[in-house]
């Protein structure tokens, strides 16, 4: 458990470590920040230094002669200066920190000069934010499961005379809140698929509902899911014991008269590939295929508990997809609500098929922009490794809004195309489309077949998250395998809409 306050005093004070931030070269980073030897020299009576150092690769510690720790946590240098820096520094200073098990640390923050934090940062306060969400995020561990858990508990005094107190609680709120929902993302994304399966997804949604009421949930049952000729979430549910559901969240902020935003988010919460099935190896992983569900839950969440100022809808397709006798087969053809039908070519692209349901639905909303998230395709991967998500479409507004955001976050996507030559590769001779394309392109081909579903009335822009909602721990404040990839990506961008 992590706890910020603000503190005036830097020293002395109650507190078991100091943490401060250092580079290792003459970058532009180091031309615009505050040294922490420089702090430390003017704000730490000589009288109480020592000389005991140990070192170790991007961490320096020292010690007080009172024998408290004055800790040095050295940044990467990244391509530039960018707000990732210190959420990364602060995530690996707080693991250290809590393997000490300290539990008071006056958080030194160094001062930026202005045109840097403008142009890289937005505002002082956005600045302080990255080291906060780097702090409680890089302190997350999935384990529900473990009968030892971590009682690391560490209250952090934040030292940075740049903000008032008023606004340094501010934005430990602010960070609170977001911070709260991407560990929930993660939690949901890391529980195993005989625990969290469509109906248990529903009832979790239900429940944070009832906490925060202002997030009202509707939730479409498998006789509603047919009367609603959502044939694709049908299908692709059909071979599992776990009925589907379709789970729609509300929050409106403003005025119902106007448009709403809807995030759309892939709820497969195991994909074992159906008839098509995947091989063994790393299957596991597919509990988490869910991710797109899993952010677009927290998002709402988070712009209801933050109260922002617009209205949001979620509409999450969640269906669990496996081999049985009932499954839908390779050369199935479904029909979707929106009348168009779909050559089944291979039963693991799925999740297209119940987005298309979903795109569908949202359509109803007469919204002003839909965004879906979806571990959609390991061909993103393939393209883009973890470190990014694919992004399309045809909107170059938007993909400037987005990217703007995910600048600012840490939360990488790139563009990618959505041109016409590659509708044609899914084409199907006996159907109005087919569920894959060829063996190349595999991630826009998945894009340009939920874009048949898209209304032309609304913006849309598609996040092929199957690479960022996973990953291995080598961005510090990512956990290892399940991120909540998004969820800040998505307030930040709703904070400008
Ligand atoms: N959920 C997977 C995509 C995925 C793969 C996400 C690896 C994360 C890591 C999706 O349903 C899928 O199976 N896609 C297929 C599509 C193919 C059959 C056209 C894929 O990518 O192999
Ligand atoms: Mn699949
Ligand atoms: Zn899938």
């Not at 479409?220 to 299908?235: P, V």
């Not at 677009?296 to 508990?305: G, K, S, Y």
Request: hydrophobic share 40%; with cysteine; aromatic share 10%.
């Amino acid at each position: 458990m992590i706890k910020f306050k603000h503190t005036s005093r830097i020293f002395p004070t109650e507190t078991d470590a100091y943490l401060f931030f250092t580079f290792s070269d003459k970058s532009e980073i180091k031309k615009s920040l505050r040294n922490a030897e420089e702090i430390l020299k003017e704000k730490f009576p000589k009288k109480f230094h020592d000389s005991v150092m140990a070192n170790s690769e991007n961490q320096n510690l020292s010690f007080l002669k009172d024998g408290r720790l004055l800790f040095f946590q050295k940044c990467d240098k990244l391509e530039r200066l960018n707000p990732d820096i210190f959420r990364r520094a602060s995530a690996s200073a707080v693991k250290k920190l809590i393997s000490m098990k300290l539990n008071r640390v006056t958080l030194v923050i160094s001062t930026i000069e202005k045109e840097s934090l403008q142009k890289n940062f937005d505002s002082h306060e956005y600045y302080l934010q990255t080291f906060l969400e780097g702090l409680a995020l890089g302190s997350y561990k999935y384990d529900q499961y473990l009968s030892e858990k971590s009682k690391a508990k560490i209250d952090f005094h934040i030292f940075y005379p740049e903000l008032s107190k008023r606004k340094i609680d501010a934005v430990i709120k602010l960070s609170n809140v977001i911070t709260k929902y991407v560990m929930l993302a993660r939690d949901l994304q890391n529980s195993p698929a005989s625990e969290l399966y469509p109906e248990t997804l529903a009832l979790k949604v239900k429940s944070l509902s009832k906490q925060n009421p202002k997030v009202k949930v509707k939730v479409f049952n498998l006789t509603e899911i047919k009367k609603r000729k959502m044939r694709g979430l049908e299908a692709v549910g059909k071979g599992s014991e776990r009925k589907p559901q379709f789970i729609i969240l509300e929050y409106f902020g403003k005025d119902r008269k106007s448009q709403p935003l809807v995030i759309v988010g892939k709820g497969v919460t195991f994909d074992s590939g159906g008839i098509s099935i995947k091989p063994a190896q790393n299957m596991w992983e597919m509990k988490g295929d869910m991710s797109g569900a899993a952010t677009t839950i927290a998002t709402i969440f988070t712009a209801a508990e933050l109260k922002l100022k617009i209205n949001l809808v979620g509409l999450i397709p969640a269906a669990e997809n496996m081999p049985s006798g009932s499954s839908m087969r390779p050369g199935d053809i479904i029909r979707t609500a929106s009348g168009k039908s779909i050559e089944i070519d291979n039963t693991d692209a799925e999740g297209r098929l119940i987005l298309a349901d979903a795109l569908e639905y949202a359509a109803k909303y007469k919204p002003k922009l839909v965004i879906d998230l979806a571990t959609l395709t390991g061909a993103c991967v393939v393209a883009l490794g973890n470190f990014a998500s694919g992004l399309f479409t045809r909107d170059d507004d938007l993909s400037r809004e987005i990217v703007r955001a995910s600048n600012l976050t840490g939360e990488r996507v790139w563009r990618l195309p959505l041109w016409d030559d590659y509708h044609q590769l899914i084409k199907s001779d006996i159907a109005d489309v087919k569920n894959v394309g060829g063996r190349w392109g595999g991630a826009i081909t998945a894009a340009c077949f939920l874009e048949k579903f898209v209304d032309k009335k609304y913006k849309w822009a598609h996040l092929d998250i199957a690479g960022p909602a996973f990953a291995e721990e080598t961005i510090p404040y990512t956990s290892k395998t399940m991120t909540g990839y998004g969820v800040r990506l998505l307030i930040k961008f709703l904070e400008n809409t």
